[in-house]
């Protein structure tokens, strides 16, 4: 079973907000992202957001030092939660979807693992299914966003979001 929600985000401050709730359900869940880990998907085209999503949802999980884009590194590595690794992925300099299989990628993903995938598309059938892929599209100052929760875990994490409160939470 798949679960779409929609939303818009009328600022920046919505958007951090609404990664703060992401936040506090992967918190909720971290039991399960350290048995069977957690992949999300964003997608959009340069400038809808995506970088500012990520770095939003590292600060409210407790990284206070430097968030870096990965465009030139192609993934960044934070520690989270108690146990947790947040790779931080941006496959947008891939021009063949082999790259990351012969990266090395594969492996970190899964148990204990949070990753989070700018440019999925580049990286093709090789990357590994995402519990939640999150389409964001500019739409004047504002932001559209698609949320679809492909499994159980990702259902759960969508299911408690609060999407009708995202004035800034703290």
Not at 47 to 75: D, N, Q, Y
């Amino acid at each position: 079973m798949t679960l779409t929600t929609t939303l818009v985000f009328a600022d920046e401050a919505q958007t951090q907000a609404f990664a703060m709730q992401i936040a506090r359900a992967l918190q909720a869940k971290a039991d399960d992202v350290r048995r069977f880990g957690f992949n999300l998907r964003l997608t959009g085209d340069l400038g809808a957001g995506k970088t500012t999503l990520t770095r939003a949802l590292l600060r409210a999980l407790g990284v206070t030092g430097r968030v870096r884009s990965p465009t030139f590194e192609l993934v960044e590595e934070y520690d989270v939660l108690e146990n947790v690794h947040f790779y931080h992925f941006d496959f947008y300099r891939f021009e063949d979807p082999v790259e990351f299989e012969e990266a090395g990628f594969r492996d970190m993903f899964g148990a204990g693992c949070i990753t989070v995938c700018e440019w999925s598309e580049k990286a093709g059938e090789f990357l590994p299914a995402a519990d939640i892929e999150l389409t964001l599209t500019v739409q004047g100052l504002s932001r559209h966003a698609v949320l679809t929760a492909e499994t159980e875990i990702g259902q759960a994490i969508v299911q408690a979001l609060n999407v009708e409160n995202l004035d800034a939470q703290g």
